[in-house]
């Protein structure tokens, strides 16, 4: 089930906790979609899925002055996101995050930008999970580069 948020979500400018958990439904077919707007909602702290698709911010974002998702502490279950330093900057008190990759044999896994979690400067709790949509090429991701922050706890 695909569960799609309109662009006018960003008028709960108050809001501080979205928790999407579909109940007895849920299962790992369950995704959510964002729209492009939920990097406007500044006052967000926790952000929870069962799994959940993170649009990109427009160009136009990323030159703001502000910083849109600064208050964000926790996100649960982004799906194949792509870690870069200015989306990291954007989130710069993150506490918790649990991330999903579904991998294919046509992306690399460096692209991912694991590298740049150790950007994430107050990241305590840090969770990944890979699949592979093939099994006959799969690539293993700890080849890849990845780089801790300090303060992640045990």
Not at 58 to 71: C, K, Q, R, S, Y
Not at 137 to 149: E, G, I, R, T
């Amino acid at each position: 089930m695909k569960h799609r948020f309109p662009a006018s979500i960003a008028k709960l400018c108050n809001l501080e906790t979205l928790i999407i958990n579909p109940g007895k439904f849920r299962s790992i077919f369950n995704t959510s979609f964002l729209p492009p707007e939920i990097w406007k909602m500044s006052r967000l702290m926790h952000l929870l899925f069962v799994r959940s698709y993170l649009p990109y911010p427009t160009d136009a974002l990323i030159g703001e002055t502000f910083v849109p998702l600064e208050n964000l502490q926790t996100l649960n279950n982004v799906i194949n996101f792509r870690w870069t330093k200015e989306i990291l900057k954007m989130m710069p008190n993150l506490k918790k995050l649990v991330i999903s990759f579904e991998h294919d044999v046509r992306t690399e896994w460096s692209s991912y930008c694991f590298d740049n979690f150790v950007h994430l400067h107050q990241l305590e709790v840090l969770k990944c999970f890979f699949f592979a949509k093939c099994y006959m090429k799969y690539q293993d991701p700890l080849s890849v580069s990845f780089a801790f922050p300090q303060k992640l706890k045990g």
